[in-house]
């Protein structure tokens, strides 16, 4: 079985900032792409920032230069660094990796989801 666990939401001020955690664990044997994707009340699931095993990253426009996403591969573990944020950031963020596990071909899991409020 494959897991991935986030941590580091809650709640933050406007202008502050947050660091999201995902951590991949269970019977796996390498790990690829990973990244983040959030979904706000009433809108679709959409994708924040995503990081290649290799290091090239990719961000939605809305968070470029706000936000940045690194990966540790020893570990299979996912950061993203939100910096500046703003209420319309709120949403719950959820990590994903494209990975194969022991006796699974390649597949994407999801995290359960954190929920980020940017709020004063």
């Known amino acids: 079985q494959v897991q991935l666990v986030e941590s580091g939401g809650g709640l933050v001020q406007p202008g502050g900032s947050l660091r999201l955690s995902c951590a991949a664990s269970g019977s796996i044997l390498s790990v690829n792409a990973m990244g983040w994707y959030r979904q706000a009340p009433g809108k679709q699931r959409e994708l924040v920032a995503s990081?290649?095993?290799?290091?090239?990253?990719n961000y939605a426009d809305s968070v470029k230069g706000r936000f940045t996403i690194s990966r540790d591969n020893a570990k299979n573990t996912v950061y993203v660094q939100m910096n500046s944020l703003k209420p319309e950031d709120t949403a719950v963020y959820y990590c994903?990796?494209?990975?194969?596990?022991?006796?699974?071909?390649?597949?994407?899991?999801w995290g359960q989801g954190t929920q980020v409020t940017v709020s004063s």
């Open positions: 990081i290649t095993r290799g290091g090239s990253t």
């Open positions: 994903t990796a494209n990975l194969y596990g022991v006796g699974v071909p390649l597949y994407n899991y």
